[in-house]
């Protein structure tokens, strides 16, 4: 099955994702270890740079219109998945998207990803986290995406919808 260039970008980008997450873990945990510190932040070093080179390459991509508005659900499960080995992370997250078919552009959904990950590195040691993403349509249409592990972390962002959430 091909998935095609800008899926093989978002795959390579969450990868990146959740290696930066563990090199923030190792960081964290190794205490007054120098060599281990400096290897930490080599890790997370190398592969901010390499993401912005995907960056670059990205914005180079001819679009690809049968994917341009992909699917909410699949695509978090997708990148969430990467961080079943993460140290810290001991349960899956649970995901809420209304409406379960719910599309976006692949930009609204990059940042979706990230906000998510982020979230999951943040809980990390914590119960599951809840991931729950709604469109509201109160005043002008937006995307409403809330992250909650039941332990004191809970985090939202409201993001300007427009015409493209299908």
């Known amino acids: 099955m091909s998935i095609g260039l800008a899926g093989l970008y978002e795959e390579i ?14 960081l964290r945990k190794s205490g007054g270890q120098a060599d281990l510190q400096a290897a930490a932040r080599d890790v997370e070093t190398q592969g901010a740079a390499i993401d912005r080179r995907l960056r670059v390459l990205q ?5 690809d219109s049968a994917d341009a508005s992909p699917a909410v659900l699949p695509m978090l499960h997708v990148a969430l998945e990467n961080w079943q080995d ?7 997250p649970v995901l809420h998207v209304e409406p379960p078919t719910l599309r976006l552009s692949r930009t609204m959904l990059e940042t979706l990803c990230q906000l998510s990950c982020q979230a999951l590195a943040l809980s990390a040691g914590g119960p599951a986290l809840r991931v729950s993403v709604l469109i509201d ?16 972390l809970r985090l939202t962002a409201r993001l300007p919808l427009g015409a493209e959430g299908t």
């Open 59 to 63: 914005r180079q991509l001819p679009a």
């Open 137 to 152: 349509f109160q005043d002008s249409p937006h995307l409403c995406w809330s992250a909650d592990n039941g332990a004191g």
């Open 13 to 26: 980008g969450q990868a990146l994702t959740a290696l930066r997450a563990n090199a923030a873990f190792l």
């Open 86 to 92: 993460v140290p810290g992370v001991t349960s899956p």
